[in-house]
């Protein structure tokens, strides 16, 4: 069994648990995620069975989309509710126009250190790991994009918002850092991803909803590598291209069904009418390759894609 299946995950589970769970209910021993959730949150997680296994890489790329809320004040170790408090401060002084600022004044290209108790690795060993031996080491801020704040609301000390992001930005940062801002400290007290990739909480299932469910009917919550895929161009490639793909030849531009119109270094799904062939990148002017005008980066098993 392959596919993607969207889980809406419980607050107080990991997402290693989200999946060992969905292996037990899938009889998979070849299942993983995309993005990280931390216990605390809940909300949409991407889940691969299978084979689909093999684009989770491509679902990690693209940006978020989060409910969070904080509370100012209050510093943690972990940067949320879930830590112990390190510093408390007054925040009476504060009005919400300020707040606002401080909020409003992330929004764009920031630089975020990763926190000390994140699944980052240090010589192999994650830096949760460390961290609760008392252990901090020296991390490099990493630039991430905080493409939007929206509804975001105030009720001092308490400050809510939706939060567009690209990939690797740590929410519960962007509150610390908040906070820091302010001069009073902050930490994250819930948090709830509503869009991961084109999947959003419509797309999601409880994991009882699928345990309620027959076994032999369980594969009705997954969705195809096509459907997953589906912001990627799509190019149907002629029967000429098929074969060549199946001996690993990337196709020609005149092996497709259609004249295209895409930027060279574009993601394509090249596709047939039996579905999903490869995942490419539009590469007409490769210097030292003249077989084809796509460099392959994933072809399907059998060019058949998944069932």
Known sequence: ??????????????SHAVVGRVRRLFGLRKVGHAGTLDPLATGVLVVALGQATRI??????????????LLLGMTTDTQDSEGQVIETHETSHLGTEQILDVCMSMVGSIDQLPPMYSALKKDGVP?????????????????????????????????SFDVCCSKGTYVRT??????????????????????????????????DEIERSAPEDRHRFLLSIGEALREYPSLVVSDEGVKRLSYGIPPT????????????????????????????????????????????????NDCGGFE
């Open 253 to 300: 531009t005149d092996m497709l069904a259609e004249h295209i119109d895409i930027s060279e270094g574009t993601l394509v799904l090249l596709v047939s009418l039996n579905g999903p062939l490869a995942i490419t990148r539009f590469a007409p002017s490769r210097i030292n390759e003249s077989r084809g005008d796509f460099e392959l980066l994933k072809v399907f």
């Open 127 to 159: 830096l949760y790991k460390l961290a609760r031996q008392g252990i901090e080491v020296v991390r490099t801020a990493r630039t991430v994009t905080i493409f939007s704040l929206q509804s975001l609301t105030v009720q001092s000390p308490h400050v």
């Open 174 to 207: 962007l509150c610390h850092d908040i906070g820091a801002k302010l001069g009073c400290g902050a930490h994250l007290t819930s948090l709830r991803r509503l869009q991961s990739a084109p999947f959003t909480e419509d797309d999601a299932v409880t994991l």
């Open 1 to 14: 069994m392959n596919g993607i299946l969207i889980v809406d995950k419980p607050q107080g589970m990991t």
């Open 56 to 69: 989770l890489q491509y679902l990690m790329e693209e940006n978020k989309t989060y409910r969070a809320s």
